[in-house]
């Protein structure tokens, strides 16, 4: 079982076109709202694809909290690991660029993910667990899930750590940086964009370095992913070929194709990622590219279900 840890929220998306496909020229789009959060979306990516995931995370108890919850249930993720409260839900006001990308306006004050609770133990049968976003940034939950990272990696568990990087929710850079860098060594594999790279200040040779992950992937948008191993493997694959309506869930859906396609190839224990030969790097990758070129053709974060990728 893998297990998704983080929050969850609701993206407002404005809509571009009215219904008869005619541009809007309102100055103020109406907004739509879908459900969201990296992690959140990372789970339900799982879940679509088939993999046995549970979601790790403190839901509201108010209408949106219900509607995130209906949504993992809907893609067969489980949430027997979900604390509820009556916080309000996370609000992510979406700004979506001409190119499709999407930048980031939270409304987090006070909610109900980021006051999760350190779980126990983890069960048993966890094979891996996957962390990032905003859940490390906003405290006091931050604090729980940097223990959860360190407690479960501590007794073997493979964890992926995407930092998804939101400049405006993180208030001291220098302080989050020192931060980012005391994870790595709980961290067996970490995911970057370009972006996220560049505002870190760093490399994947600076992140393999020392104790600390055995392979960097880094996605470069339409330029594809490439992936560096501790064992010096480096492999690149190109984007898959799509009409982008938007970025959004992108890199979620990343996350969630390398954990599905590691976990069939037996690749989510200790010491797997670098004894991983390039070929199966390339596969591995493509399909990653694949999954998410599918959430890039729809609007919002809504992955790809296993048979579209057939």
Not at 115 to 126: G, I, K, N, R, S
Not at 164 to 177: F, T, V
Not at 218 to 234: A, H, N, P, S
Not at 239 to 250: E, F, M, S, Y
């Amino acid at each position: 079982m893998i297990v998704v840890a983080g929050e969850s929220l609701i993206d407002l998306v404005p809509q571009r076109s009215a219904s008869d496909g005619r541009p809007r020229d309102e100055p103020l789009p109406a907004l739509l709202p879908r459900l969201g959060g990296g992690p959140y979306n990372t789970a339900v990516a799982l879940g679509r694809l088939g993999a046995p995931v549970t979601f790790c995370s403190r839901v509201s108890t108010d209408g949106f909290g219900e509607a995130l919850l209906g949504g993992l249930r809907a893609a067969g993720v489980g949430t027997a690991l979900v604390q509820r409260g009556p916080e309000p839900t996370t609000l992510a006001v979406a700004a979506i660029g001409a190119d499709g990308s999407a930048g980031f306006g939270f409304y987090a004050a006070d909610s109900a993910d980021r006051l999760f609770e350190l779980p126990p133990a983890l069960p048993a049968e966890v094979r891996a667990l996957a962390l990032g976003t905003c859940s490390l940034v906003l405290e006091p939950g931050a604090t729980a899930y940097e223990a959860l990272l360190r407690r479960e990696a501590a007794r073997g568990v493979f964890t992926l750590l995407d930092p998804n990087i939101r400049p405006g929710l993180i208030p001291d850079p220098d302080a989050y940086r020192a931060r980012f860098a005391g994870w790595l060594p709980s961290v067996s594999l970490l995911k970057l964009s370009e972006e996220d790279a560049k505002w870190l200040g760093g490399g994947p040779e600076r992140w393999l370095a020392g104790a600390g992950p055995e392979a960097v992937v880094l996605t470069r948008g339409e330029r594809g992913l490439t992936v560096f191993t501790r064992g010096g493997t480096e492999v690149s694959v190109p984007a898959a070929p799509v009409r982008v309506a938007d970025t959004i869930g992108a890199g979620d859906t990343v996350n969630a194709a390398l954990l599905h396609d590691l976990s069939r190839r037996g690749a989510l224990s200790p010491g797997t990622l670098t004894a991983l030969p390039a070929p199966a790097w390339t596969e591995v990758l493509t399909f990653a590219a694949r999954a998410a070129a599918v959430t890039c053709s729809r609007t919002g974060a809504e992955p790809p279900f296993a048979a579209e990728l057939e």
